[in-house]
């Protein structure tokens, strides 16, 4: 009788302890199921994310590029609103070169909305800007460096609604030389892929960034890998125009990060797509020991300078005749 009591007893008090830990386990269960088979709820992304909730619009767009002409190769620049002096000097600069071998090429500015006491001013000077050029095209979203993730998804989105039947985009900052031609010659040849192919200078292997004081730290918890998926720098890189739209249709998948080369690399990854190195390391310079001779600027397509005068000197003497390089012996090099 005592005995059976005791027994009794014990599995009382296993009941007792077992019960409560299947109940918690089994409503764990449940709870990842349900984030599961739901949508996920809106969640503030924190500071190493961007808000890229894909509902932004175009409050100027009146550009004829890409809806009355059919540019071979576009070139596209983000710039920051009130950056008047550099769109102007890319203007009367490589912008102005529309004609080049013989394709079509036209330059478009993308920019967001302003910010500041003086926003409604400074709107109206770009207003101004654009009637005379119609070469702006603004979202409305907030523009700042932070916000560039933003500003390349809705230049994707602006692409893939006008310029699907162009050939080329390239995308490129505003404090960046570029020889236009150069980079048409690159486009123009047989070895040159005609879709899924994105170039410039590409980073392989560039690690993931984990010191907090670092411009481009990344936490564990946003980006677990301990190295990006190879990446052409954002300074300047070219697309063939079928992959915006490729890279919009897999963008829900993956969770925008602010920066905004990265962010391209892993939809492009999901898209098992490879960026390709240019044929020549020379041809994508980031950071350059100025000044550049004529022989080298003979030989790049895109290159970072440190001033608008810098940007505007390089242009002109890359267009002269004797930009190029000579031998040991002094003799022009034969092509
Ligand atoms: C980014 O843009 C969104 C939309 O305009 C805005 O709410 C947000 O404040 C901006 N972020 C920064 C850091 O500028």
Same mark, same amino acid.
């Given at each position: 009788?005592?005995?059976? @009591?005791?027994?009794?007893? #014990? ?45 932004? &619009? ?28 550099? @769109?102007?000097?890319? #203007? ?33 000077? *770009? #207003? ?70 994105? !170039? ?19 936490? &564990? ?42 962010? *391209?690399?892993?939809?492009?990854? @999901? ?10 390391? /020379? ?21 970072? !300078? !440190? ?11 890359? @267009? ?6 000579? /031998? ?8």
């Amino acid at each position: 009788m005592e005995n059976w @009591r005791s027994h009794l007893k #014990r599995i009382l008090i296993f009941i007792l302890g077992v019960v409560p830990i299947f109940l918690i386990y089994h409503s764990y269960l449940n709870y990842d199921r349900k984030s599961e088979s739901f949508d996920i709820p809106y969640v503030d992304p924190g500071p190493y994310h961007v808000a890229y909730p894909r509902n932004y &619009k175009f409050i100027m767009d009146d550009t004829p590029t890409c809806k009355t002409t059919t540019p071979f190769l576009v070139l596209m620049v983000p710039v920051a609103p009130r950056d008047v002096a550099a @769109r102007d000097a890319i #203007r009367k600069t490589w912008g102005s070169e529309r004609l080049v071998l013989g394709q079509l090429v036209e330059t478009v500015f993308i920019v967001g909305l302003l910010g500041g006491a003086d926003a409604e001013q400074q709107q109206e000077k *770009l #207003r101004q800007e654009n009637q005379q050029h119609h070469d702006l095209i603004q979202s409305n979203f907030q523009d700042s460096y932070y916000n560039l993730t933003i500003k390349t998804m809705m230049m994707l989105e602006w692409l893939n609604a006008h310029c699907v039947k162009a050939s080329y985009v390239l995308k490129i900052d505003s404090d960046i030389l570029l020889h236009v031609q150069n980079l048409v010659k690159l486009l123009l040849d047989p070895k040159t892929a005609k879709q899924n192919y994105m !170039t410039g200078l590409v980073w392989w292997h560039s690690p993931v960034l984990r010191d907090p004081s670092n411009k481009f730290y990344m936490p &564990k918890e946003v980006i677990a890998e301990p190295e990006y998926p190879p990446y052409p720098l954002g300074m300047a890189y070219v697309m063939s125009l079928d992959l915006p739209g490729k890279i919009l249709g897999v963008s829900p998948q993956i969770k925008p990060v602010n920066i905004e080369d990265v962010y *391209l690399a892993m939809c492009l990854k @999901r898209l098992g797509i490879s960026p390709t190195d240019p044929p020549e390391k /020379t041809m994508f310079l980031v950071d350059p020991k100025h000044p550049l001779s004529g022989c080298s600027l003979s030989k790049v397509i895109a290159v970072t !300078t !440190t001033s608008v005068q810098q940007m505007t000197g390089y242009w002109e003497r890359s @267009r002269q005749p004797d930009a190029k390089c000579s /031998t040991s012996s002094g003799l022009p090099k034969l092509e």
